[in-house]
């Protein structure tokens, strides 16, 4: 895929707002690892290359394990994940893929059991931002740095 525009120089001041946004997310309180893994379902979910060679790397970076990285895809037949992890990915699909059927009381439930309401904020937030920025990303035709 060929770039179509740098939309950070065509209007700083929309990059700016996205900023704002991932800046909030990350003076929520959310564990780090966290956000990343809500970071690359969502990416994985979207297929947005350029955010999933981001936030790999990203969580390396924080300690995240490469087992744990590779079986995002498959979290919910793998042990590695702790059940509020597992909540925040189910909420993680189902504000990502909104149109089917939305956000049901019992993956909400869920994640109530182990986030209050400021962290569901938080997560929410979290979980659009993700998107927000995959879909600029594809849109705009940004590309994952090439292996050589």
């Given at each position: 895929?060929k770039?179509?525009?740098?939309?950070?120089?065509?209007?700083?001041?929309a990059y700016?707002?996205m900023l704002?946004l991932?800046k909030?997310?990350?003076?929520?309180?959310?564990?780090?690892?966290?956000?990343?893994?809500?970071?690359?379902?969502a990416?994985?979910i979207?297929?947005?290359?350029?955010?999933?060679?981001?936030?790999?790397?990203?969580?390396?970076?924080l300690g995240?394990?490469?087992?744990?990285i590779?079986?995002?895809n498959a979290?919910?037949?793998?042990?590695?994940?702790?059940?509020a992890e597992?909540?925040?990915?189910?909420?993680?699909?189902?504000?990502?893929?909104?149109?089917?059927?939305?956000?049901s009381?019992?993956?909400?439930?869920?994640?109530r059991e182990h986030?209050?309401?400021?962290?569901?904020?938080?997560?929410?937030?979290?979980?659009?931002?993700?998107?927000c920025?995959n879909?600029?990303?594809?849109?705009?035709?940004m590309?994952?740095?090439?292996?050589?």
């Amino acid at each position: 895929m060929k770039a179509r525009m740098n939309y950070r120089n065509v209007n700083p001041q929309a990059y700016q707002a996205m900023l704002q946004l991932e800046k909030f997310v990350q003076e929520s309180g959310l564990d780090k690892k966290l956000i990343e893994l809500i970071k690359i379902r969502a990416s994985q979910i979207n297929g947005c290359a350029f955010c999933l060679d981001m936030h790999t790397k990203d969580a390396r970076k924080l300690g995240e394990t490469e087992q744990r990285i590779y079986l995002l895809n498959a979290w919910r037949e793998s042990a590695v994940y702790s059940e509020a992890e597992r909540s925040v990915l189910a909420l993680t699909e189902a504000v990502t893929v909104i149109t089917n059927g939305g956000v049901s009381d019992e993956v909400y439930a869920e994640v109530r059991e182990h986030f209050d309401e400021d962290q569901c904020v938080a997560l929410i937030m979290a979980i659009n931002t993700i998107n927000c920025w995959n879909r600029i990303a594809i849109t705009t035709g940004m590309t994952a740095p090439a292996i050589l």
